[in-house]
């Protein structure tokens, strides 16, 4: 039997990182996950919170608890980590992934999938909204360079073979992949504008409370919030090749744990037929095993993704076959965050992209 890959998870205490912990301690080709916290973290080594029954596919029985331990270079090697996945702050993997460079770690074989926002963006006005300080700018810029966005519908070529992996965002994840077919085919009128509405639920601002995210402010309450400044917006603009004046996009703060809706507005250059639409759909996912397109009128609802890896996309088109609403949904969480993550993981390894998704 061919040897487990062995995996490391840097954040494995926060929402996305738990949810990528339960993922890799069950997947068929993956060792017991090694979790990992900063030193500056406050938890003490033990058990992960939230991590019951992670058996380590054979390492661990079914009741163990896998200890959190904190994070250092030679843990992993110690372990022989041969990917590690980053669920940190942008600032401290835009750090780390540099500091793993200058070590010369990613070119002797450690491979790296980042959930973070810190490798996404190759522009630098999209990307100044993170205010990053690369203390060693070459070693940046060249992982800038060579960092692939981590879209396994539209990046799956490059991913095979990536040393890094930037897991992209949940609500960019949404939105890029409702667009992309129309785009690609170049029927949508981008001169007239495109508005995205999208709506997550509360765990996509993070574990770390805020007077935001308090049960107090958000339940029985819908918001809007970083209208025009939100850090995803330049992943939409630079996948899609859309120029900021030709896409309005919107978050919200929905009262519920996850999900993502995103409801996107497009005017057509032309007059079309419903299945001329849903063709465009068809054809461009055609084989891809984690985006579901409804048939029209039938549209997407957030309960039919939650707690799975799909992005389910639908559509309606008015009567005068120009006006095109779109609507996205997923799991924030998952195809929004870890389930992507381990999606990519499966293309890096030659596996199929269903293996321990299903």
Known sequence: MAAKLKTAVLGATGYSGLELARLLGRHPRTDAPLLLRRNAERETDGPAAGLPHISGNGNHSANDNLPVQPFSWSALGQHRVELLFLATPHSVSRDLVTEAMTRGMLTRGLR??????????????????????????????ELTERAVYGLPELNADQITSAALVANPGCYATSIILALAPLLSAGIVDCEHGIISDSKSGVSGAGKEPTARTHFVSVADNF??????????????????ALSSSQLIFTPHLLPIP???????????????????????????????RWVRVFPAPSLPEIQFSVHTNYCDLGFCLARDGRRLVLVSCLDNLLKGAAGQAVQNMNLMYGWDEAEGLQ
């Open 112 to 141: 790296v999938v980042d959930l973070s926002g810190a490798w996404r963006l190759k522009q630098e006005q999209h990307r100044a909204v993170y205010g990053f300080k690369d203390a060693n700018a070459q070693t940046a810029a």
């Open 223 to 240: 918001s809007a919030y970083s209208v025009f400044g939100h850090r995803h917006t330049g992943e939409i603009l630079e996948q899609l």
């Open 258 to 288: 996850r999900g993502i809706l995103s409801t996107i507005y497009v005017s057509l250059k032309r007059e079309m037929t419903a299945d001329e639409i849903q063709a465009c759909f068809h054809d461009f996912y055609k084989g891809k």
